[in-house]
Nanobody
């Protein structure tokens, strides 16, 4: 059963911007810290950004200052604004809901391709 659905991926030129969105059910959105992760070809999935219920944010050092994570409570979405994208950031981007003492929830991902 799909509870998190990512959208907004696509092809963008290096230096360009893209906005990703993660749609969640209200019960999920209102209960957990949520975040974005990415997995580049041949590499491990890595943390990108997260946002708590209180709106506190945290970013990977590599994206700090360029990416912004936010919650849209009216739409039950968690968005990731990505600016100044680099070719090495080509990856499948995944939405995550952190569930302590339970299995975390993951979307199926959306592909972001940054062309040089």
């Amino acid at each position: 059963q799909v509870q998190l659905v990512e959208s907004g991926g696509g092809l963008v030129q290096a230096g360009g911007s893209l906005r990703l969105s993660c749609a969640a059910s209200g019960s999920i959105f209102s209960a957990y810290t949520m975040g974005w992760y990415r997995q580049a070809p041949g590499k491990q999935r890595e943390f990108v950004a997260r946002i708590t219920l209180s709106g506190n944010t945290n970013y990977a050092d590599s994206v700090k200052g360029r990416f912004t994570i936010s919650r849209d409570k009216a739409k039950n979405t968690v968005d990731l604004q990505m600016n100044s994208l680099k070719p090495e950031e080509t990856a499948v981007y995944y939405c995550n809901a952190l569930r302590p003492l339970r299995t975390d929830l993951w979307g199926k991902g959306t592909l972001v391709t940054v062309a040089s």
